[in-house]
């Protein structure tokens, strides 16, 4: 094991699954049916990450509530049907989750995305035995935002900032995880930027899974320096 074990925090859109094709069909779903033009999927990419309840008053170029809750409701509708089920686990994804338990780390996977849907596709790809939780938002938007959300688990969990890691691949995730004085570590193959990850505070970033499991699963100094124990 690398060194004492420590909570592992993982996203799920663009760190665990690669949810793009069922995330981007939903949001034009929604767009569509309100009449709105539905921006390129290069543009509509920064929207993977954000809560719905942030993304849509951007795309709709509207705050109006009842407008906001109407394209949620549309997006919702095409979603928990079948985009929930576009997505893939990316390669390389469940194996290091498998190593990295089987190190004796807890893994919890604490994603924007509502717990509901959350919990669907963890069961659906197989993740299950590898976390402790599955902890994410509620419909009504409670606990959307990354920051707030890492608060709640932690303090209804008893875990200690300085022994938890969050890994995720965008700016939300590290700001989430510094509010709170937890690590935060970017991943490479997902939605975010190298930049994007570094100017928001990523202490570290990994390329692959495969090097992440490197430093926390592998009983190396690299994991020694890297991994401060559980308290």
């Known amino acids: 094991m690398a060194g004492p074990p420590v909570n592992l925090f993982f996203d799920l859109d663009g760190t665990l699954t690669d949810s793009r ?4 069909a939903s949001l034009r779903h929604a767009l569509r049916l309100l009449g709105r033009e539905s ?3 290069a543009q509509l990419m920064r929207f993977i990450g954000p809560p719905t309840h942030d993304a849509f008053p951007e795309l709709l170029g509207s705050r109006d509530p009842r407008l906001v809750e109407r394209a949620i409701a549309l ?5 928990s049907e079948v985009g929930l089920f576009e997505a893939s686990v990316y390669p390389g994804v469940a194996e290091g989750v498998a190593a990295l338990s089987s190190a004796g780390h807890p893994l919890r996977v604490v994603t924007s995305k509502p717990r509901v849907y ?3 596709m963890i069961d659906h ?6 976390f402790a939780e599955v902890c994410g938002s509620e419909l009504d938007g409670t606990l959307g935002n990354k920051g707030d959300l890492i608060a709640h688990v932690l303090a209804t969990r008893g875990l200690a900032p300085a022994s938890t890691w969050m890994f995720g691949d965008r700016k939300h995730d590290i700001a989430g995880a510094r509010s709170n004085g937890v690590h935060g570590a970017g991943v490479l193959w997902g939605y975010g930027s190298r930049e994007e990850l570094e100017e928001a505070g990523a202490e570290c970033v ?5 090097e ?13 320096r890297s991994s401060p124990s559980v308290k």
């Open 118 to 120: 959350a919990d669907r």
């Open 39 to 41: 921006p390129p999927d």
């Open 75 to 79: 997006y919702r509708e095409r979603y």
């Open 206 to 210: 990994y390329a692959s899974m495969r």
């Open 125 to 130: 790809f197989g993740l299950r035995p590898f």
């Open 21 to 24: 094709p069922g995330i981007l």
């Open 212 to 224: 992440l499991v490197g430093v926390f699963g592998l009983n190396d100094s690299r994991s020694t």
